[in-house]
């Protein structure tokens, strides 16, 4: 979700911009701009809606300012156009900045600089930053100290590049969750979201963490925090080995496909959320409007962590677009003479489109008269070649044997799907439609979000590296997240994990629990969430170590948890795709810190291509 990039040094910026946008196309966007300072007091901006081809059409590569940002934008706040594309500049001219995530409090912040004289042009959350730079100037603070206090006031997640007009010299950046990156060359500092833009540059790149706020200029970049004093950060040399460099600093190729969720998911979502009310989600299906409306029984097919997908899937389907879902393991579905209605659509999930079982159950299932659609990440694959209908994810590459931004990709197709049908056949609420299209929006930066919270996680993988056993709990359409959280532990750290109903646990799986048997729990404020607090009351009277999701500002488990992680509150039909990352996280890290191979885990392929 969205790209970063900025320049300074003695080249011209506008060509060195626009490069370095297109390696961040694969992030999603549907707007882009430059702001350049050729050092007359004045900004040379140039912003364009859709692709970047249209910007590229629209601005001068042959302008001479040595200094520059550039973004481009996935919308949240407001419509995909030029006026809400940034870079966003202030009242009186003088700053600009382009703004990667969501400002929580912006309402309340353009309430206040309102009531200050300010002026709002835009629908943008990212608007209010500029004007608040420009606002504590005015009220006589220099460039630095006014970017340090505008900082301050955002409440969200964000990453930040901001320009003075009359500062030629300078570029203030500031990162809390979503990832910057400095490149260091001669006589000029490079800005990028991601290290692939900087590569063709320089090889010597400085990583922003949390918290931490960035002055570039030509000779390289001085981090500090928000008391204003230095921060030490290390200058890592990327590699010329292009494996290395297209794990992006990251050590494995997991942890960086768990980092990429948020981009994955934007491009999922790119192009197939409506911008008017009255449109339909476009999926671009062979089905008529008439057809999708015909379809009265589906059935999922899947293996392994997509099925867990198809599971979260049953629950969108029937409850939105109210179809019964049967859903099958597609290695057993041909050997149980499966019953297929006239009427029913066979939906195969396949990362790789390659999996035999799939495959065999897709071609089972249309021998007896089911449509056929599959939901897969590659294009061209068998399996978008045999299906009726396709729909792909658009998650890249995936090179980690353990699944992560495919799964999420995938319930985010299923969402779609459910929602597209639902839109058909009558049965999706108007008012539960729009919460989700806005939710859909926002998830993006949510998992950056999320991302931000690897530290945490990673003490309990180091708290129980050495536990033999685990138990995760749910309920709902978050108890097949806890199957594939126990599933990406076993996957690549061999351990023992069960995924269980929350409610279920009194049946079987509570003679199980002890002081040695850490049970993770998933519990969002929503309608399961007493239920699932009354379960872990039980767990906790028998000594269960318990380690918690909760929503923000849930403090109900204090006293019986031994951790408590908060997630940001999401609609209860998002939280699947939000409280998976955690647990991918955890697994990961568990399985380093016991030496696994993460990646390449033993016996396990990316693609299953025989029975």
């Known amino acids: 979700m969205c790209g970063i990039v900025g320049y300074i040094g ?127 100037m005015h009220g006589g603070l220099e460039f630095v100290e006014a970017f340090r206090g505008a900082v301050g006031k955002m409440r969200g997640i964000y990453a930040l590049a901001c320009l003075h007009a009359d500062d030629p010299d300078r570029i203030l950046v500031a990162r809390s969750g979503p990832p910057l990156a ?61 494996v290395a460099a297209e794990k992006g600093g990251f050590k494995h190729f997991m942890q960086k496909e768990i980092f990429e969720q948020p981009q994955a998911l934007s491009n999922t979502l790119l192009n197939r959320l409506p911008i008017e009310d009255t449109e339909p989600i476009q999926l671009d299906l062979p089905f008529t409007t008439e057809q999708l409306r015909s379809f009265n029984r589906i059935s999922i097919v899947a293996c392994g962590t997509s099925w867990h997908a198809g599971l979260v899937g049953k629950f969108y389907l029937e409850q939105l677009a109210r179809i019964g879902v049967d859903i099958d393991y597609a290695s057993e579905y041909r050997y149980r003479d499966p019953i297929v209605a006239p009427g029913t659509l066979a939906i195969g999930i396949t990362q790789s489109g390659e999996t035999a079982d799939t495959l065999a159950a897709l071609k089972e299932a249309a021998s007896r008269g089911a449509r056929t659609l599959v939901i897969c990440n590659v294009q061209g694959s068998t399996a978008a070649r045999q299906a009726e209908a396709t729909l792909l994810t658009h998650a890249g590459p995936e090179i980690g044997v353990a699944s992560t931004k495919a799964f999420t990709t995938q319930l985010s197709v299923l969402l779609l799907l459910a929602m597209r049908i639902g839109e058909a056949k009558g049965t999706l609420d108007p008012s539960l439609r729009a919460e989700l299209i806005q939710g859909l929006r926002e998830l993006p930066a949510l998992l950056e979000r999320i991302n931000s919270l690897e530290p945490h996680i990673a003490r ?152």
């Open 10 to 136: 003695q080249q011209s910026a506008a060509a060195i911009l626009v490069e370095g946008l297109r390696t961040l196309e694969y992030r999603g966007y549907d707007s882009a701009g430059v702001a350049l300072v050729p050092g007359d007091g004045t900004f040379h901006i140039t912003r364009a809606s859709g692709k970047l081809i249209n910007l590229q059409a629209k601005i001068n590569l042959n302008d001479t300012a040595p200094l520059g940002i550039g973004h481009t934008r996935w919308a949240t706040h407001g419509r995909p156009t030029e006026e809400n594309a940034h870079p966003h500049c202030s009242n009186d001219g003088k700053i600009v900045a382009v703004h990667n995530g969501i400002f929580e409090n912006f309402l309340e912040l353009r309430t206040e600089l309102k009531a200050a004289g300010c002026t709002f042009i835009t629908e943008t959350d990212t608007e209010c930053f500029q004007m608040m730079v420009s606002h504590l």
């Open 182 to 242: 400095i490149g260091l060359g001669e006589g000029e500092t490079f800005l990028a979201s991601d290290v692939v833009p900087l590569l063709r540059h320089t090889r010597q790149v400085i990583y922003l963490e949390d918290g931490d706020l960035a002055e570039i200029t030509r000779k390289g970049a001085r981090i500090f925090g928000m008391d204003g004093l230095d921060v030490p950060r290390a200058t890592h040399i990327i590699p010329f080995d292009p």
């Open 460 to 611: 309990w993988a180091q708290d129980w590296r050495e536990a033999k056993d685990f138990l995760y709990l749910a309920r709902g359409p978050l108890y097949p997240i806890a199957l594939e959280g126990a599933l990406k532990l076993k996957e690549i750290s061999y351990i023992h994990a069960e995924g269980y109903p929350a409610g279920e646990m009194k049946h079987g799986p509570i003679a199980l629990i002890d002081s040695h048997l850490p049970i993770v729990a998933l519990m969002p404020d929503d309608a399961h969430r007493e239920k699932t607090f009354s379960n872990l009351q039980e767990a906790a009277a028998r000594d269960g170590r318990i380690l918690a999701l909760v929503t923000d500002d849930d403090e109900g488990l204090a006293d019986i948890a031994e951790d408590v992680i908060h997630l940001p509150k999401v609609h209860p039909w998002l939280a699947p795709i939000l409280y998976v990352v955690p647990l991918q996280l955890l697994a990961y890290h568990i399985a380093v810190l016991r030496g696994c191979d993460v990646d390449q885990p033993r016996n396990l392929a990316k693609s299953v291509t025989v029975e």
